[in-house]
C-alpha cells in the first residue's frame, strides 16, 4: 500500500445504494485521483458492509487513518439507528466491527454530519458564520445542524413527522425517482418539509446537498420558503471529505 501523505486522508461514504470511496487532499477539499463506488449489498448487514470498506481501501492501496460514514447515529462508536441499511447495524459497535476488516486507524460518523463538517471546511461562507441546517437528499433526508461552523452532531430531521409521513419519505431525492416526480412536483413537497423545519427552527439558511444538488439549476429556482436556501457548494463530495477530515482529526462522535 501506498503511504499516507501529509495533508492526504480517505474517506468512505456508506449510503443506501452506493458506498463510495476516495483519497482527500484536505488543503483543497478536492479529490485525488478517481472516487471508487461499489453498489451498495441487498443486505445491507455490517459484515457484508464492511467487507467493501475493506475492499475500497485495499483498491485505492491507502495505508493510512481512515474516515467512514454512515446514515445512522453514531454515539461513542455505537451505531444506534439503522435508517436506510440493514436493520441489524442497531446496536453495532462499529470500532469492533471495522476492526475486523482494516489493518489503519477508522472513525465512524454520522454521513450528514460528515457532510456538513465539509462544506464548513470548503463550502459557503455561511455554513462558518450563522446558524444553518444542512441538508442531505439522497436514499434518505439527512441533516447536520451548524451553529459558527460548529457542529450539533446526530440530529436526524429526515424522521420527523412532517403532515402524516416522515420528511424523507415525502421528499427524498429517492422518492422522486421511486414515483416518478417531475421536479415541479418533488419540489412542491419538499418546500411543505422545509417550510415545517422553518417553522420550528428558525436558521439563517438552509445549504443541501446530496446527489440531486448537483442538478440545482433544474429546479433551485422553484424552491419558495423565507429562509435562504443554496446547494452545498461540495455537493455530493462532502460526506467523503468531511470523512477524511474526520479520519485526520480522530474525530469520534
Known amino acids: 500500500m501506498t503511504s499516507t501523505k501529509t495533508g492526504h486522508s480517505f474517506g468512505i461514504d456508506i449510503g443506501g445504494s452506493g458506498i463510495k470511496g476516495a483519497e482527500v487532499d484536505l488543503n483543497t477539499g478536492e479529490f485525488v485521483g478517481e472516487r471508487l463506488k461499489i453498489a451498495t449489498p441487498k ?27 454512515l446514515p445512522s447515529v453514531v454515539k461513542e462508536q455505537k451505531v444506534l439507528t439503522a435508517a436506510n441499511i440493514d436493520k441489524s447495524w442497531i446496536g453495532v459497535d462499529a470500532q469492533e466491527l471495522f476492526a475486523q476488516y482494516l489493518d489503519q486507524a477508522f472513525v465512524v460518523l454520522n454521513d450528514a454530519d460528515a457532510a456538513g463538517l465539509a462544506e464548513v471546511a470548503f463550502g459557503d461562507e455561511v455554513a462558518r458564520t450563522a446558524s444553518v441546517i444542512f441538508l442531505t437528499l439522497g436514499t434518505g433526508i439527512g441533516s447536520a445542524f451548524l451553529l459558527d461552523g460548529q457542529l450539533f452532531p446526530n440530529t436526524e430531521l429526515g424522521h420527523m413527522m412532517v403532515g402524516d409521513a416522515e ?10 425517482e421511486r414515483e416518478g416526480l417531475k421536479y415541479k412536483q418533488w419540489v412542491k413537497r419538499l418546500n411543505k418539509v422545509l417550510a415545517e423545519y422553518e417553522k420550528l427552527f428558525n436558521p439563517h439558511a438552509f445549504i443541501i446537498g446530496g446527489g440531486i444538488s448537483r442538478k440545482w439549476d433544474k429546479w433551485g429556482e422553484l424552491v419558495g420558503i423565507d429562509t435562504p436556501v443554496a446547494p452545498a457548494q461540495l455537493r455530493n463530495r462532502a460526506g467523503i471529505v468531511g470523512a477524511a477530515m474526520a479520519a485526520q482529526q480522530n474525530l469520534r462522535p
Open 167 to 176: 420528511a424523507e419519505h415525502q421528499a427524498s431525492s429517492a422518492v422522486k
Open 43 to 69: 443486505q445491507s448487514t455490517p459484515e457484508a458492509v464492511a467487507k467493501i470498506v475493506a475492499q475500497i481501501v485495499a483498491e485505492k492501496e491507502w495505508s493510512g487513518p481512515v474516515g467512514i460514514t
